[in-house]
């Protein structure tokens, strides 16, 4: 899986961006390790499924990671997740996971 992102300023945390482009970084340390695993997946855009098969967890399990992480950073959306996921190095061009 290849992941190409066209992005303004915006989309980075400019002007205007919302929650991820205010993002506290020491928010990071009230997540737990697996959050951070399940965020930085989600943001390489892995399903649940695949999340799941890699960490040996339930899929039940993904998607209550996912939303506990998302409401600890105040994220709404997967694409703030891929906003945050970029100001934290998580994605690079080409990057397949």
């Known amino acids: 899986?290849?992941?190409?992102?066209?992005?303004?300023?915006?989309?980075?945390?400019?002007?205007?961006?919302?929650?991820?482009?205010?993002?506290?970084?020491?928010?990071?340390?009230?997540?737990?390790?697996?959050?951070?695993?399940?965020?930085?997946?989600?943001?390489?855009?892995?399903?649940?499924?695949?999340?799941?098969?890699?960490?040996?967890i339930d899929v039940k399990t993904v998607a209550t990671c996912q939303a506990s992480a998302m409401a600890r950073l105040g994220f709404r959306t997967r694409i703030e997740v891929i906003r945050f996921g970029l100001t934290q190095g998580w994605l690079k061009a080409g990057d397949k996971g």
């Open 1 to 56: 899986m290849c992941i190409e992102l066209h992005l303004s300023d915006r989309d980075l945390g400019g002007e205007d961006a919302g929650p991820a482009g205010s993002f506290d970084p020491g928010a990071l340390d009230y997540l737990s390790h697996r959050e951070v695993e399940v965020l930085r997946l989600t943001a390489l855009s892995w399903s649940r499924r695949d999340i799941a098969a890699r960490m040996h």
